[in-house]
């Protein structure tokens, strides 16, 4: 069984940055598309950035292109998300979640296989 552990959410400036982490174990980290993904309470949660299997080919939403980038590690069974620049709006639960299908872009929620628990970022204004 695949499990992800988040880490590296926290309380932030506007401005300012944070970097998450997602340790994967379980399973051949190298065979998975990788995203992370956002909930704000009330809304769907919403893809933020997505890496396939190789780190060479990525996807991010509008809101945070140009602010975020998503690597991954493949001999540590790392994916990272680097959140520079950080907005009020950004302000949500971030997930770590992953696919089998290794070359698949995960552009939506329902194309993932396994989840993490979730890591907290809040922006003060």
């Known amino acids: 069984q695949v499990q992800l552990v988040e880490s590296g959410g926290g309380l932030v400036q506007a401005g300012g940055s944070l970097r998450l982490s997602c340790a994967a174990s379980?399973?051949?980290?190298?065979?998975?598309?990788m995203a992370w993904f956002r909930h704000f309470p009330g809304k769907e949660r919403e893809i933020v950035a997505s890496?396939?299997?190789?780190?060479?080919?990525?996807y991010y939403a509008d809101p945070v292109k140009g602010r975020f980038t998503i690597s991954r590690d493949n001999a540590k069974n790392m994916v990272y998300l680097q959140m520079n620049s950080l907005k009020p709006e950004d302000m949500a639960t971030y997930y770590c979640a992953g696919a089998w299908d290794r070359q698949l872009l995960i552009t939506r929620k329902d194309e993932c296989d396994y989840w993490g628990q979730g890591t907290q970022v809040s922006v003060s204004s």
């Open positions: 379980g399973g051949t980290f190298g065979s998975y598309a």
């Open positions: 890496i396939n299997w190789s780190g060479r080919t990525t």
